[in-house]
């Protein structure tokens, strides 16, 4: 494994050093899908840094790169995707950090499900029709440590179905004969069986109704309380995350476009795109509202416009919004928001007055 420096003072990145004790440092992480001469640019220049126990909401629209994301940091990523620049620095506790893009299989192999694992969309896609569940986290078991008894595996797969609230007399079932709420948490304990450091979400929730992937959401985060691990929970829904998130990065056609705290993101968004994110969820709490929504659509990557990819659904464009895309980067506030980046103009050029809706509250 290739040994690696300590965090990158990149534009965009929220130094390592301002992260309590990183588990996973994106630096720079630039995804392409297509060969040839005109390939479309999915993820530009990402930097995302995770502390050791944090949970972490990525969110933004469909197609904004969430998932792209995910699956180019753990190598996951299908053909015609390809990663054209980048690290992903895992610094595991008990052994050495490396960079999960220069990993040999072998050991890419190895530190899949050991120290990081991915809970997809969709179980019903994720688990076998034909294989009764308490088998299919046994074989998770035996497949990544082959010298474990067979018993050990089901007393393992038992454990792990009981602790994410699935009755073990259901071991013997078939996913058909399971919910969805309970298909996806028998996916969570299956990520969960070789104890990882690191659990990676991707959008695990959608299919199920809102209580319930409120109720599993809660339960993600309680598991992590009481075992230890990090999270990166992808969303489209920023309403979900704002009550057990730590932290929200927020994504706008293939850029981080903010990260704050996730109160601080709700109670306070800097960035128009957020705003709107959050216009368009009725509140937890308090008076009805009509909801606002986001005017337009995301703009087509393959024919990106000059300046900030936002500004033709932003209500507060300006003239040099159209001609040079925002970096991440602290805020006028940063003062009293030290961990928030946002790439917006409006909290960098001093001839604009920041919006009061955007301002310091
Ligand atoms: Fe809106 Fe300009 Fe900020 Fe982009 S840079 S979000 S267009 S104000």
Known sequence: ????????????????????????????????????ENPVRVLDHVNLTLGRGELLGLAGESGCGKSTLAYGATRLLPPPGVIRSGEVIFRGRDRDAYDILELRDKDLRAARWRDFAIVFQGAMNSLNPVHRLGDQIMDAVKAHQPKVKRAEARDRAAYLL????????????????????????????????LEPELLIMDEPTTALDVVMQRQILEEIADLRQRLGFSVIFITHDVSLLVE??????????????????????????????????????????GARRELGGI??????????????????????AFDRCRVEDPVLGPTAFAATEPTRLVACHLHTDPGVEVPAELALR
Do not use: N, W
Not at 269 to 275: A, D, M, N, V
Not at 295 to 316: E, N, Q, V
């Open 244 to 285: 057990v998130a730590d932290r929200i990065a927020i994504m706008y056609a293939g850029e981080i476009v903010e990260q704050a705290g996730a109160q601080d993101a709700y109670r306070r968004p800097r960035h128009p795109y957020t705003k709107g994110l959050l216009s368009s969820f009725p509140p937890l709490r």
């Open 1 to 36: 494994m290739t040994a690696v420096t300590t965090a990158s003072g990149m534009p965009g990145a929220l130094a390592a050093s301002q992260v309590a004790d990183p588990i996973l440092e994106i630096r720079d992480l630039t995804v392409e899908y297509g060969f040839g």
């Open 295 to 316: 005017p337009g659509s995301p703009p087509d990557l393959a024919a990106l416009p000059a300046g900030c990819p936002f500004a033709a659904r932003c209500p507060h």
């Open 162 to 193: 009981d602790m994410v609230g699935i009755s073990t007399d259901r071991m013997k079932a078939y996913p058909h004969q399971l919910s969805g709420g309970m298909r996806q948490r028998a996916m969570i304990a299956t990520a969960l069986a």
